[in-house]
Each structure stands twice: as structure tokens, then as C-alpha cells.
């Protein structure tokens, strides 16, 4: 290759730039808006916020619903009335997340737990800090964890998780 063809093929190239950062675009932000104006079950995250677990449970049937619900799926009821849910629970069932999360979940740092939680009332599934897979079983205690959510609104949201309570990392204890 001489000078004079790569001096050619640069006077006919036009620059193209990737950005350094992209912005964590709201469509891949799966947790719910969760003021009044924004969900129906709001009552769910402002008690979730106040440090309470609840869900609601209808007056005509007593069927008690998770995840919440504006309208019993029982009897079509709509006389719901929030109530308090247990904070501690029993793993039901669990499995280990290993890869594939939305970009920009970089506090989802894999592999992670998540499991069907048996609280009574209802069963529920999240995600189970503070343990790893193979330090659970089936029955282990877990209680329920809230956690903040940063951005990408400027909204205070939070969540609920499960934190292990009573995991046997240094052998077959049981
Ligand atoms: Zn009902």
C-alpha cells in the first residue's frame, strides 16, 4: 500500500461518533410509576414507603389478593381495604438469576436469588438478598428488605426484596 492510496481513502471517509454514555432510557425501567395520579395501587408503595408490607383484601369475599388489586378477581367486588402482610415468610421455591438484565442494572450484579416467598396469606415472588443459591433450601426463613430506587425518574420509589434470616453456610447445621 503506498501514501498516496491511503491519502485518497481518507479525503473520502466522513467521521461517525459513538457516544461515551447513554441514557437510561425509561422503557427499560420495569419498576412501576407509583404516585396517585400514576397507578391505582398506590396505597400499596406509600404504605411500602412507611415500612409496611400489605395488600389488599376484599370486604365481599375476603379473599386477600397479591399482587394488589382494584377489583377482587374472586366476586368482582370493588370494596377492597389494604392489610398488613406478614415481614417474614418462607422460601417456597427459588432459583439463581445468571445473566441476561436490562442494560444499566449494574446493581444487579449476577448471579442473584430470587424465589416464590411464602408469607400465609399470600405467596409472592422477589428477589433474595444475603445468600447465595446454594445456601438455600426450600423452607429457609427469609424477611422482607425495602430498597430505594434510583432514578431514572426523579420520583422516591421503593421495593420490596427478601433478605435470607437463616442460612446455613457452614455445613449441614439443620
Ligand atoms: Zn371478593
Redesign the pocket.
Known amino acids: 500500500m503506498t501514501d498516496s492510496d491511503t491519502n485518497d481513502g481518507d479525503a473520502e471517509r466522513e467521521r461517525v461518533s459513538v457516544p461515551n454514555e447513554v441514557e437510561f432510557p425509561r422503557m427499560l425501567d420495569f419498576y412501576e410509576l407509583q404516585t396517585e395520579d400514576q397507578t391505582q395501587i398506590h396505597e400499596f408503595y406509600d404504605n411500602l414507603r412507611d415500612g409496611q408490607l400489605t395488600t389488599t383484601q376484599?370486604r365481599?369475599?375476603d379473599?386477600i389478593h397479591f399482587p394488589p388489586r382494584i377489583v377482587?378477581p374472586?366476586?368482582t367486588?370493588d370494596d377492597l381495604e389494604y392489610v398488613d402482610l406478614p415481614h417474614e415468610g418462607e422460601l417456597f421455591a427459588f432459583s439463581e438469576v445468571r445473566g441476561g438484565l436490562p442494560i444499566g442494572l449494574s446493581e444487579h450484579e449476577v448471579p442473584y436469588v430470587v424465589a416464590v416467598v411464602d408469607l400465609g396469606p399470600v405467596r409472592l415472588s422477589g428477589r433474595v438478598d444475603g445468600a447465595a443459591y446454594s445456601d438455600l433450601e426450600i423452607g429457609d426463613s427469609v424477611s422482607l428488605k425495602i430498597v430505594e430506587i434510583d432514578g431514572p425518574t426523579d420520583e422516591e420509589r421503593v421495593f420490596y426484596r427478601f433478605e435470607a434470616t437463616d442460612t446455613t453456610t457452614d455445613g449441614d447445621s439443620q
Open positions: 376484599c365481599d369475599c379473599e377482587c374472586e366476586c367486588g
